[in-house]
């Protein structure tokens, strides 16, 4: 089987294209391949797979071998392995998401390549029962959460995937490692949580590091990064508009206020392809 390792701000994946449908076996190769020392090493294992909605579909395996509903860095990378490899020869195209539905993406090219990849990540979802989170509100803003007491407080938005977004002193420097795990098994998230801690640095910047449901400490998050600027203008801290800055680098982020749509616009890079001995 034919591979690329593939990253976007180094939330690297093992991606894997011409399979027909997802491999029957798909947890278990993700949890074998992504171990970062027994296996390739990633975050998590994407399949692009043929679509009867879009040009494509992805399917997004986390490193544990929990299948996610959606994954903004990946599609940026999926964007950009289609383009690049000659699958779809086309600035604007559409890739098909199991949480999501038929995402609009816009690759702006450099020598035939795509160099930055815009992606309408369509509207965010706030309705609690939904996200889903126990709560009951719509939209969850500021609700307590009480794990070993430590009184955080939090706002939950969906992108397709669920997420918990915590404002904290000081995000760069925040244990993640301690606070991470135990949220996202919370019991006020029935299918865990990609856990985001946020530092509001103006209204249009945001510094942010993530706990991902699936694959714990990532260098950054996609849809995290959406669902932060969502929850910062639901709580009046930022503009509609913002930039995040993680771990592996930024991302610009708008949440439109005619139709609703967030976009979110960063880089995709190939690593390097090679080939798996089943
Ligand atoms: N890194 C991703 C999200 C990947 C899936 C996530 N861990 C989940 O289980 O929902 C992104 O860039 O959005």
Redesign the pocket.
Known sequence: MEFTKMQ?LG?DFIVVYGEQQLPADASALARRLCDRHFGIGA??LVFILPSDKGDVQMR?I?SDG?E???????IRCVAKYVYDFGHVQREQLTVETIGAGVQQVVVTSANSRAAAVRVDMGAPILEGLQIPTTVNANPVVNHPIETGGSGYRFTAVSMG??HCVIYVEDAPSFDIEAWGPRIEHHPLFPNKV?VEFATVRSREHIDMRVW????GP?L?????ACATLVSSVLNGLTDRKAVVSLKGGDLTIEWNEENNHVYMTGPAEVVYTGRLQL
Request: glycine content about 22%.
């Open positions: 976007g939330n975050d998590g997004i986390n929990s996610s509903e959606q994954c903004g860095n990946a995937n669920p990609n991902e449901r699936g694959a990532t950054a998050c996609g849809t995290g």
